[in-house]
């Protein structure tokens, strides 16, 4: 099973957006849910926003309003679209299905300065 591959993280200042990218490979994309997780400084990898193949979303409290989970299923790709960051959303996003696999990528850093 190939690793997912997130992208578009960065250093944004408070109030600001960013959009998060990840490839999955096909055949997983195809019949899996697919989530955002994060992982803060020191804290554990929490679920933070997942997508259903039919598209159905679904968003941790603390995100709904502010982030948006979507996926084009034509390039296996899942999307997350970041506005009003806070610096508390400072954590590495991965990607992964839901519920997650065993087969984790990098993921990519957020930053959020206040």
């Known amino acids: 099973q190939v690793q997912p591959v997130e992208s578009g993280g960065g250093l944004v200042q408070a109030g600001g957006s960013l959009r998060l990218s990840c490839a999955l490979s096909?055949?997983?994309?195809?019949?899996?849910?697919v989530a955002w997780y994060r992982q803060p400084p020191g804290k554990q990898r929490d679920l933070s926003a997942r997508?259903?193949?039919?598209?159905?979303?679904n968003y941790a409290d603390s995100l709904k309003g502010r982030f948006t989970i979507s996926r084009d299923n034509a390039k296996n790709t899942v999307y997350l679209q970041m506005n009003s960051l806070k610096p508390e959303d400072t954590a590495v996003y991965y990607c992964?299905?839901?519920?997650?696999?065993?087969?984790w990528g990098q993921g990519t850093q957020v930053t959020v300065s206040s």
């Open positions: 992964n299905t839901y519920p997650p696999s065993p087969h």
């Open positions: 096909e055949p997983i994309f195809g019949r899996y849910d």
């Open positions: 997508v259903t193949s039919g598209g159905i979303t």
